[in-house]
């Protein structure tokens, strides 16, 4: 803020009036960002008033108005300037599918899309390498998140992700939590030697709205579409000839045995034997949130052991992001100095000491494993520690007395 310039000033000296009254008009500018306002202020220094006087007065009040006035004006064309702080991360929740063998998805190289209601985009990139936190105005958002992307059928691609709309008011914080479901679903077949025998020359064309593959007799993966209609057609000699159709939601997994009735070659009778449910879910994983945090496959991520100081003998898991710890500062960039500590966070991106876990590397091999002065390639790697939960080591949540860890 600053005075502009000061004008209309009558004094004794410039007025033929007796018993003058002197008036000041100051204008100031005050910025904000590119929008700029203006305040008049008015200063009267008045010994006596007279009737001779009013001609002045009158003119006054009327400078004065339009001041008051254009400053009201501009008032309207202001922005609000409200923000407020968008915060977005993982429920660490069951991750279900059809078989122990799928790998689970690494929440870092998820897709993430946040958009305004205006459709414009704020961020689209990996959640790894998103900000912490985001500065937005006021308003209503769209926040997504996929493992991938899933525009056509594909073997052996499950799709997670979740959609929400938030609205960040403004000086608050809207933590929005996102819990990653299956969007997609599969279908497996299983062709029974009769089959082949009746069919040597046939092909299974596996059809849905989004297209269509070639499902072999030797193939053995899952074969993943959008939710709706999916249809087995076989193709033998020439002709096409549509077995079954089934509608699908999202995570479910149908498998189909095909076999050919006895007088198959007669009556070109296929037997279809659908499993015994359209949704198998049965193998189930866990990323964190386990009632057992003594065990690996349900360790607790950083944003969960926060909040669980006091806990001893429990599984952590998390990226390396630092090391070099002290009661004020994290250093996140190599080449580091200090042995005896690492950091922790819930995102290989995080640069926010407040965001971490402070990791204590007691004397011996989990050191030497674990130190970023010997292994400065561990910088951006996860990691599964196993150890207690403290409420403050170098000023922030940490682990201490570490019994195990494992990098996948």
């Known amino acids: 803020m600053r005075v502009l310039r000061e004008f209309y000033t009558l004094s004794n000296a410039a007025s033929p009036i007796k018993n003058p009254f002197c008036i000041r008009i100051t204008e100031i500018r005050i910025s904000y960002g590119r929008f700029t306002d203006f305040l008049c202020t008015a200063t009267i220094s008045r010994r006596t008033f007279a009737a001779q006087n009013e001609l002045v007065m009158r003119n006054f009040f009327l400078l004065f108005s339009c001041a008051l006035l254009a400053l009201s004006c501009d008032g309207l064309m202001m922005p609000d300037g409200r923000k407020g702080t968008l915060r977005i991360h993982f429920q660490e929740a069951d991750f279900t599918t059809t078989k122990a063998a799928v790998a689970l998805p690494d929440t870092n190289a998820f897709i993430l899309h946040v958009s305004d209601a205006s459709g414009n985009t704020l ?6 390498a998103a900000p912490a936190s985001m500065e937005v105005p006021a308003g209503n958002y769209t926040v997504s998140a996929v493992s991938c992307e899933f525009d056509e059928p594909l073997f052996d691609c499950p799709q997670w992700g979740d959609t929400q709309v938030v609205v960040v008011k403004a000086g608050e914080k809207m933590e929005v939590t996102l819990c990653c479901a299956q969007l997609n679903c599969g279908m497996r077949i299983r062709m029974k030697p009769e089959f082949l025998t ?79 449910t359209r949704t198998y879910l049965s193998g189930s994983f866990t990323i964190g949130g386990g009632d057992a945090p003594g065990t690996e496959e349900k360790a607790y991520s950083v944003t969960q052991a926060q909040e669980k100081a006091g806990e001893e003998d429990v599984w952590v898991y998390g990226y390396i992001v630092g090391g070099d710890l002290s009661s004020s500062k994290c250093s996140f960039t190599a080449p580091f100095t200090s042995r005896t500590n690492i950091a922790i966070a819930a995102k290989s991106s995080c640069k926010d000491k407040e965001q971490c876990l402070s990791v204590q590397l007691s004397k011996g091999d989990i050191r030497d494993a674990l130190n970023l002065v010997d292994n400065p390639q561990l910088l951006g790697r996860m990691v599964y520690l196993k150890g207690d939960i ?10 201490q007395n570490l019994s195990e860890f494992r990098i996948p």
């Open 123 to 128: 961020y689209k990139g990996s959640f790894g």
């Open 198 to 276: 009746a069919y040597p020359d046939g092909l299974i064309f596996l059809r849905s709205a989004g297209g269509k593959l070639l499902y072999g007799y030797s193939e053995t993966r899952t074969a993943y579409f959008k939710t709706g209609n999916i249809s087995a057609v076989l193709s033998d000699g020439g002709r096409e000839t549509t077995l079954f159709t089934r509608r699908l939601e999202a995570a479910q997994i149908l498998t189909v045995t095909m076999s050919v009735a006895a007088n198959a070659q007669e009556s070109g009778s296929i037997h279809i034997q659908v499993d015994t």
């Open 390 to 399: 403290v409420q403050a080591y170098y000023g922030i949540p940490g682990i």
